[in-house]
């Protein structure tokens, strides 16, 4: 079983930028794909960025430019650098791992296996 952690949630100001941390365990980090989500009030949970085996990322439209992706498969970490915020990225961001080998990360929730508990981002205007 598979434990995803998520860190370094908070408030920011609008343009401000916050890095999230997600730490894994319990089992080989470096086999799995792992992925954010976020998800805001009244809203369904949508993809953020996802990362593969070897470090390939793949974000959403409004993020791409200002967030990045990175994994440190020492440290059993995912990254997720928050640059430019703005407020429409208030939310509850979650971090996932699905395990797979191959392709881009998938951008489907449904498809990855385990789940953090999430961590809140307010960005004021």
């Known amino acids: 079983q598979v434990r995803v952690v998520e860190s370094g949630g908070g408030l920011v100001q609008a343009g401000g930028s916050l890095r999230l941390s997600c730490a894994a365990s319990g089992g080989t980090f470096s086999t799995y794909y792992m992925g954010w989500f976020r998800q805001a009030p009244g809203k369904e949970r949508e993809f953020v960025a996802g990362i593969s085996l070897n470090g390939y990322p793949r974000y959403s439209d409004p993020v791409k430019g200002r967030f990045t992706i990175s994994r440190d498969n020492a440290k059993n970490t995912v990254y997720l650098q928050m640059n430019s915020l703005k407020p429409e990225d208030t939310a509850v961001y979650y971090c996932?791992?699905?395990?797979?080998?191959?392709?881009?990360?998938?951008?489907?929730?449904?498809?990855?296996?385990?789940w953090g508990q999430g961590t809140q981002v307010t960005v004021s205007s």
């Open positions: 996932a791992a699905e395990f797979r080998s191959r392709g881009v990360p998938d951008t489907v929730a449904d498809e990855y296996d385990y």
